[in-house]
């Protein structure tokens, strides 16, 4: 008969696929622990397979806005600006792992956007919320007081990073919100991101802090534990 392949090969080259995507997700696990082994050493590797399973947790970092804000340059040419309706499309191709879902949901809910530009394109971003905020890595919502502002989603492209981007767009959203009314502005970080951390102490934030959770699945205990008032 023609145009109805025999049952065997269908079969087989599904079983090939299927081995074949198998193989593919293994070499990507493999890759991405071996490269966190690489960046951020044995405690690193320990608390990414934790925060795989049943342990994520994240470090508060704190800044009020009545300290000074210091004077940080990107040692590349950008320009830093707010992210507008029009750049959407621009936005996704920058941040293809964001859905136009959720690009809408964060506008809708008044989050600003503040992206930096080198030679006209996207190189970095960082998101502001106010009243609340969504941590998708503790899959946990992040209630805020009418005094504080949330940083969040802070990216910089792998070309241009450790030149100053992301430092200079934080620096650049204080200067924004300075005189806005709000006390202090917070971030949640990976102890492991070392550069993230860099990055927030050099704007002058500081820990004051842990959030995070034990558990599996939907038995979760969400935790907040604050070393400093
Ligand atoms: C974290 C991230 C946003 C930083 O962006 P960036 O534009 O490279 O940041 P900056 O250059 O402003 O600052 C990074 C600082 O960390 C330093 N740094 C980089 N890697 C480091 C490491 N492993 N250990 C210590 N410091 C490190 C850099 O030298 C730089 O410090 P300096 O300006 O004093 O030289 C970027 O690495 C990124 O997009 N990572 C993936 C997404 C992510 O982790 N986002 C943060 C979520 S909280």
């Not at 947790?57 to 704190?62: G, N």
């Not at 530009?117 to 890595?137: E, K, P």
């Amino acid at each position: 008969m023609i145009g109805v392949p025999p049952a065997r090969p269908i079969r087989a080259r599904m079983d090939a696929t299927i081995r074949e995507a198998d193989r593919l997700r293994w070499s990507l696990m493999w890759k991405r622990f071996m490269e966190t082994l690489h960046e951020g050493g044995m405690r690193a590797l320990w608390f990414k397979i934790l925060g795989e399973t049943v342990y994520r947790r994240l470090l508060l970092l704190e800044r009020s806005f009545d300290e000074p804000i210091p004077e940080i340059r990107s040692r590349l040419p950008i320009i830093i600006q707010g992210l507008g309706a029009t750049d959407t499309e621009e936005y996704l191709r920058f941040r293809p792992g964001t859905t136009r879902a959720e690009l809408r949901r964060r506008f809708e809910a008044k989050h600003r956007c503040f992206v930096a530009r080198y030679q006209g394109c996207l190189v970095g971003c960082s998101w502001v919320a106010a009243t609340h905020a969504w941590s998708y890595y503790l899959s946990h919502e992040l209630v805020l007081g009418a005094d504080e502002l949330y940083v969040y989603d802070t990216f910089t492209h792998p070309h241009c990073r450790d030149r100053g981007v992301a430092s200079a767009i934080g620096v650049e959203i204080l200067r924004h919100f300075r005189g806005s009314g709000h006390r202090r502005i917070i971030r949640a970080i990976s102890p492991e991101n070392h550069a993230s951390l860099q990055a927030a102490s050099k704007s002058g934030y500081r820990p004051y802090g842990t959030i995070g959770y034990v558990g599996i699945g939907p038995w979760r205990k969400h935790f907040l534990r604050l070393t400093r008032r």
